[in-house]
């Protein structure tokens, strides 16, 4: 999509979505043709993240998870015992 300076200025950020979009942008400038392209692919923030190390490798993660969920809900029995 070519358009005029004035064009590109009155409609910048609709004509900056289409360029990330994949959409060629072009605004015509004292008979010079600029073409709008992003610097980068728009990437998700999925994509951004980044993995950590865990602590510990050789513990069952899944075990440990029963062992706490078994262990909280003796103490909360325990506690409303009383009740």
Known sequence: MKVTITRFRQDLFR????????????FVHKG??????????????LDRLVGQPTINHDVDAEQASKK????????????????
Do not use: N
């Open 15 to 26: 004509l900056a979505d289409e360029a990330l979009a994949g959409k060629p942008v072009q």
């Open 32 to 45: 010079v043709v600029f073409q709008v392209v992003p610097q980068t692919a728009r990437t998700s923030k």
């Open 68 to 83: 706490l969920a078994a262990e909280m809900e003796a103490a909360w029995l325990e506690d409303w015992a009383d009740i």
